[in-house]
């Protein structure tokens, strides 16, 4: 299963990347053509999206082998490193795009020329297809719970949404070339989308890293699952620990304390494949056995 993860990740994340080079390469194109200055911009900023599909590929190799000696609980925080490096790079983007719209809302660049409508054909492919990438990348995290994908995905939209300021200048340097201001105003309503969207993806992440407990929903269920299992008497200091899409846990059982020990031992073992089997995101369980105070346990 984890192979076959992590060659779903990889699929999606290439797929990113040669649109990615197509979008930029065809901007590129069209901006000289059109001598638009916005969309030779929005050329080298698909350009820069590359560095985060190079980035969960590299990540992928290291997240996915399984536990070994110097990794007990295996390698799954390199993805939450990945998917908060992604976030810090989208705020980057949009620090980018807000300082240049704050420079030039004051300063007209519009350049007249019978070609200028071709500078059109960037923007308008570069928000199809980066829209279409968005839904597809966003399904397949989803799918495999990767929170490095799915941050991907969205800096794929990121990318589409600030092509529409884009778009919106060329249409408005060509049919009015004293609106030039419109597309600082874009630019700033754009950038600000994309801190959100920063600020979405490295919260988990950072969550993640600095091991905060998991919402409190599920924590009532794994603790509902274990106390209904025949034999528990009670349960405390029930932790969690998020590691890539999955989920950590320990927590100390009370049985009786006339069981033996090997009884003890198989009801424990009951309360850790009752909560792997009953939540998704649950992978390890592990239990430490107490005896139950006396007059806890009733029949």
């Given at each position: 299963m984890s192979?076959?993860?992590?060659?779903?990740?990889?699929?999606?994340?290439?797929?990113?990347?040669?649109?990615?080079?197509?979008?930029?390469?065809?901007?590129?194109?069209?901006?000289?053509?059109g001598n638009s200055q916005a969309v030779l911009a929005d050329a080298f900023h698909s350009l820069s999206d590359l560095i985060t599909d190079i980035?969960?590929?590299?990540?992928?190799?290291?997240?996915?082998?399984?536990?070994?000696?110097?990794?007990?609980?295996?390698?799954?925080?390199?993805?939450?490193?990945?998917?908060?490096?992604?976030?810090?790079?989208?705020?980057?983007?949009?620090?980018?795009?807000?300082?240049?719209?704050?420079?030039?809302?004051?300063?007209?660049?519009?350049?007249?020329?019978?070609?200028y409508w071709v500078a059109l054909i960037g923007p308008i492919l570069s928000i199809i297809g980066k829209e279409g990438v968005f839904r597809y990348t966003l399904k397949v995290g989803r799918k495999v719970r990767s929170s490095a994908v799915i941050a991907n995905a969205w800096h794929h939209r990121s990318d589409a949404i600030s092509s529409i300021p884009v778009l919106v200048t060329v249409l408005l340097a060509f049919f009015f070339p004293e609106w030039y201001f419109i597309d600082a105003v874009g630019a700033i309503i754009v950038s600000g989308f994309i801190f959100k969207v920063s600020f979405e993806i490295v919260k988990p992440a950072f969550y993640e890293l600095t091991d905060k407990m998991v919402d409190r929903e599920l924590l009532k269920k794994i603790n509902k699952?274990?106390?209904?299992?025949?034999?528990?008497?009670?349960?405390?200091?029930?932790?969690?620990?998020?590691?890539?899409?999955?989920?950590?846990?320990?927590?100390?059982?009370?049985?009786?304390?006339?069981?033996?020990?090997?009884?003890?031992?198989?009801?424990?073992?009951?309360?850790?494949?009752?909560?792997?089997?009953?939540?998704?995101?649950?992978?390890?369980?592990?239990?430490?056995?107490?005896?139950?105070?006396?007059?806890?346990?009733?029949d």
């Open positions: 192979e076959k993860r992590s060659t779903t990740v990889r699929n999606v994340t290439i797929t990113g990347m040669v649109l990615n080079i197509l979008l930029a390469g065809i901007k590129f194109v069209v901006g000289l053509i980035a969960v590929l590299i990540g992928v190799k290291f997240w996915e082998p399984p536990a070994d000696e110097e990794h007990p609980y295996g390698h799954k925080r390199i993805e939450a490193i990945v998917t908060f490096f992604i976030g810090i790079l989208l705020a980057v983007v949009g620090a980018e795009l807000l300082i240049n719209a704050i420079s030039s809302i004051s300063e007209p660049v519009v350049k007249e020329t019978e070609l699952l274990a106390l209904s299992v025949d034999g528990v008497c009670s349960i405390h200091k029930t932790r969690t620990r998020i590691a890539g899409n999955s989920v950590l846990v320990d927590m100390h059982v009370q049985v009786d304390g006339d069981l033996s020990v090997r009884n003890g031992h198989e009801i424990c073992e009951v309360v850790k494949y009752t909560v792997i089997d009953c939540c998704d995101e649950v992978v390890e369980v592990l239990i430490h056995l107490e005896p139950a105070l006396e007059g806890i346990c009733q």
